[in-house]
T-cell receptor
Framework: DAKTTQPNSMESNEEEPVHLPCNHSTISGTDYIHWYRQLPSQGPEYVIHGLTSNVNNRMASLAIAEDRKSSTLILHRATLRDAAVYYCILRRYGGSQGNLIFGKGTKLSVKP | EAQVTQNPRYLITVTGKKLTVTCSQNMNHEYMSWYRQDPGLGLRQIYYSMNVEVTDKGDVPEGYKVSRKEKRNFPLILESPSPNQTSLYFC???????????????FGPGTRLTVL
């Protein structure tokens, strides 16, 4: 799987938008961009995924660059509960494993 | 409630004493997987199962065994645990891996294992 690069940590204020960047310059045409997050003392949980077009769901939005070499996870109004480690992961569909290759992720801190 | 459950949540054991960590899902998922999480190394896959009676090695399978006799259960077995298997373990499940089918993985709450 292609590699992703994320900042180690970011800070945000409560109720403000947060933009979490991810670089994936070696992405291939069949790689989907997935985001998971891991709250303290919990297992990872799915946030959002996309291929080429921007995506929205109840948790977040995913903005994908036109060349697909980068993407941004957008939390529209950060809450204290959003403090977590956010992982950007590329998954190639059609593979045999379904393995999620987790990098180190971005640790998001949210200040009241 | 759709969920993945693991038991036990915490376990302290001694070197060489066989143990089993259970994992169960109630979503009729075909795919199940075990990960371990270590500081500085992130989450790494141990074993996975595409369906009943179908299992395969992940990235770090040494020292572990698994079985998948029923669709809902995927136990992780440590026949002779060693201190380097002290870690936080997560079980995960998802729908099948058919091309084009979206398959979000659902993770269990984790099992913290300490091997003395």
């Amino acid at each position: 799987d292609a590699k992703t690069t994320q900042p180690n940590s970011m800070e945000s204020n409560e109720e403000e938008p947060v933009h979490l960047p991810c670089n994936h310059s070696t992405i291939s045409g069949t790689d989907y961009i997935h985001w998971y997050r891991q709250l303290p003392s919990q297992g990872p949980e799915y946030v959002i995924h996309g291929l080429t077009s921007n995506v929205n769901n109840r948790m977040a939005s995913l903005a994908i660059a036109e060349d697909r070499k980068s993407s941004t996870l957008i939390l529209h109004r950060a809450t204290l509960r959003d403090a977590a480690v956010y992982y950007c992961i590329l998954r190639r569909y059609g593979g045999s494993q379904g393995n999620l290759i987790f990098g180190k992720g971005t640790k998001l801190s949210v200040k009241p | 409630e759709a969920q993945v459950t693991q038991n036990p949540r915490y376990l302290i054991t001694v070197t060489g004493k066989k143990l089993t960590v259970t994992c169960s899902q109630n979503m009729n998922h075909e795919y199940m997987s075990w990960y371990r999480q270590d500081p500085g190394l992130g989450l790494r896959q141990i074993y996975y199962s595409m369906n009943v009676e179908v299992t395969d090695k992940g990235d770090v399978p040494e020292g572990y065994k698994v079985s998948r006799k029923e669709k809902r259960n995927f136990p992780l077995i440590l026949e002779s645990p060693s201190p380097n298997q002290t870690s936080l373990y997560f079980c995960a499940s998802s729908l099948g891996l058919d091309r084009g089918k979206y398959n979000e993985q659902f993770f269990g709450p984790g099992t913290r294992l300490t091997v003395l």
